[in-house]
T-cell receptor, first 111, second 115 residues
Framework: KQEVTQIPAALSVPEGENLVLNCSFT??????LQWFRQDPGKGLTSLLL?????REQTSGRLNASLDKSSGRSTLYIAASQPGDSATYLC??????????FGTGTRLTVIP | KAGVTQTPRYLIKTRGQQVTLSCSPISGHRSVSWYQQTPGQGLQFLFEYFSETQRNKGNFPGRFSGRQFSNSRSEMNVSTLELGDSALYLCASTKTGGPLVETQYFGPGTRLLVL
């Protein structure tokens, strides 16, 4: 069974710092990988979707990379802002079209 | 454009009862997916509906079922509720491709408490 792990579980950084969130998965036979953010009381927001044939995707200050062979993805956030504070989740699509979510990284950006 | 709406927002039921949750996708979106989020198991994919047909399914028992109507609105049903079914249930919509290939738009969720 696919297992998705996110490290660290929690992260606090001062405003303006660049940071990297990590996601690892056990089975490299994935179709794609997605990153989400979850805000308390505001639900889930899709951030980036990387197809299995792609190496990275960028959206504004966010850049996500995918290395299928090593079973890893990273989400890079540039020039962090307090509004970036949220829980970040990655999910891989594998098996019989099932989505497997990671445990999440709770990010706090300190003004 | 209105976002994804879910009703009810909060629900309390007792063990053994059944429950029906509703999700209205963004106008023009035809794919609706359902997720369960619990502190212990995290976020898990339940199933996806497209054009009134279940297109993808996660690993949940048959007590969890769903359907989609011709206007793309979807309902999720859980029968014979168990304490472990207490969770936040999220639905998400995409235009046509579904959660595997398209950006999803999520509703605020329905929080179910089973006593």
């Amino acid at each position: 069974k696919q297992e998705v792990t996110q490290i660290p579980a929690a992260l606090s950084v001062p405003e303006g710092e660049n940071l990297v969130l990590n996601c690892s998965f056990t089975d490299s036979a994935i179709y794609n990988l997605q990153w989400f953010r979850q805000d308390p009381g505001k639900g889930l927001t899709s951030l980036l979707l990387i197809q299995s044939s792609q190496r990275e995707q960028t959206s504004g200050r966010l850049n996500a990379s995918l290395d299928k062979s090593s079973g890893r993805s990273t989400l890079y956030i540039a020039a962090s802002q307090p509004g970036d504070s949220a829980t970040y989740l990655c999910a891989v699509i594998a098996g019989a079209n099932n989505l497997f979510f990671g445990t999440g990284t709770r990010l706090t950006v300190i003004p | 454009k209105a976002g994804v709406t879910q009703t009810p927002r909060y629900l309390i039921k007792t063990r053994g009862q059944q429950v029906t949750l509703s999700c209205s996708p963004i106008s023009g979106h035809r794919s609706v997916s359902w997720y369960q989020q619990t502190p212990g198991q995290g976020l898990q994919f339940l199933f996806e509906y497209f054009s009134e047909t279940q297109r993808n399914k996660g690993n949940f028992p048959g007590r969890f079922s769903g359907r989609q109507f011709s206007n793309s609105r979807s309902e999720m049903n859980v029968s014979t509720l168990e304490l472990g079914d207490s969770a936040l249930y999220l639905c998400a919509s995409t235009k046509t491709g579904g959660p595997l290939v398209e950006t999803q738009y999520f509703g605020p969720g329905t929080r179910l408490l089973v006593l």
